[in-house]
């Protein structure tokens, strides 16, 4: 939990194959549901050092940053049970 006392999600690949990467979900509790309200995410290649990339976006002030530059996002909160890692907003699909 973080110290506003949503739920983080974390997850990685530091081990495995020449691709890196780290992932943190930030989880909030509204109206009943359990939203994803915010990603950061970090990825490498081994091999490639010009591959990969960092973004931290907030989903419910459509704010955040992809590779270390302030952008805007229109990801909005969806729900934890429709998170789905194959459709990452495009500021951090990289």
């Given at each position: 939990m973080n110290e506003k006392g949503s739920l983080l999600i974390k997850s990685a690949n530091e081990a495995i194959g020449r691709s890196?990467?780290?992932?943190t979900l930030t989880i909030v509790y509204r109206n009943g549901q359990?939203?994803?309200a915010g990603l950061t995410r970090e990825a490498r290649d081994k091999l490639?050092?010009?591959a990969g990339g960092s973004c931290?976006?907030?989903f419910l002030n459509g704010k955040g940053k992809?590779?270390?530059?302030?952008v805007e996002s229109?990801?909005?909160p969806i729900k934890l049970a429709d998170?789905?890692?194959e459709k990452l907003?495009?500021?951090c699909n990289f």
């Open positions: 890196r990467w780290s992932q359990f939203l994803v490639d050092p010009k931290e976006l907030n992809s590779g270390g530059k302030a229109s990801s909005r998170w789905l890692d907003p495009k500021e």
